[in-house]
């Protein structure tokens, strides 16, 4: 079982940067591969990036490379999601999730967080 917990949402202003944080529960973060996914009103959830149990192998989405920079760490048990360039339309709940083999679609993740809110609008 792992418990995931997402902090760092909030609201800013269009162009500016944003970090995520994802805390993970258990001493078994390392085999877990980690994703970040987000989910608007009118929108269903997609994918935002997914890192390897290593970090070695990173996927972003087309609509947020460039811009945004998922990493972790393993001693702390945490995943991140560094948001740059913000735009409005990066207006979602945003996810952390957690799988023995993620891919980009959410049906294939086993563990969720809460999810935190995060808004772009001047």
């Known amino acids: 079982q792992v418990q995931l917990v997402e902090s760092g949402g909030g609201l800013v202003q269009p162009g500016d940067s944003l970090g995520l944080s994802c805390a993970a529960s258990g001493r078994t973060f390392r085999t877990y591969s980690m994703g970040w996914f987000r989910q608007s009103k009118a929108k269903e959830r997609e994918f935002v990036a997914r890192?390897?149990?290593?970090?070695?192998?990173?996927y972003y989405a087309d609509s947020v490379k460039g811009r945004f920079t998922i990493s972790r760490d393993n001693v702390k048990n945490t995943v991140y999601l560094q948001m740059n360039s913000l735009k409005p339309e990066d207006t979602a709940v945003y996810y952390c999730?957690?799988?023995?083999?993620?891919?980009?679609?959410?049906?294939?993740?086993?563990?969720w967080g809460q999810g935190t809110q995060v808004t772009v609008s001047s």
């Open positions: 890192i390897s149990g290593s970090g070695a192998l990173i």
């Open positions: 999730a957690a799988a023995t083999y993620g891919s980009s679609s959410s049906a294939g993740w086993t563990y």
